[in-house]
């Protein structure tokens, strides 16, 4: 059993072995800062054709208010885009 870092994350993999057990070595959650009695939640690894959700990914990485402001950017452009073709025609 062994476990792999992912340098290009702040996670870490970890492997189940056959009896079922995950352990992760003691040092590998020190240096994720993981300490005695944390909780943490075990994503299954996502094979090439599954698809996994991403609603609420980016819910807090983005502000409400730049959403809005680009939802209201995108559909200003969509209205200039149908009157240009409009006219057009």
């Known amino acids: 059993m062994g476990t792999a870092s992912n340098s290009s994350s702040s996670g870490f993999k970890v492997v189940v072995g056959e009896d079922g057990n995950l352990t992760v070595p003691a040092g590998e959650l020190?240096?994720?800062g993981?300490?005695?009695?944390?909780?943490?939640?075990?994503i299954p690894e996502q094979r090439g054709g599954e698809?996994?959700?991403?609603?609420?990914?980016?819910?807090?990485?983005?502000p409400p208010e730049?959403?809005?402001?680009?939802?209201?950017g995108?559909?200003?452009?969509?209205?200039?885009?149908?009157?240009?073709?409009?006219?057009q025609s």
Do not use: F
């Not at 609603?55 to 807090?60: T, V």
């Open 30 to 32: 020190a240096r994720h």
């Open 51 to 62: 698809r996994r959700s991403m609603l609420g990914a980016l819910k807090e990485a983005v």
């Open 74 to 87: 995108l559909d200003a452009a969509k209205a200039e885009r149908i009157a240009y073709y409009t006219e």
């Open 34 to 42: 993981v300490r005695p009695g944390a909780r943490l939640w075990i």
């Open 66 to 72: 730049a959403v809005e402001d680009l939802l209201r």
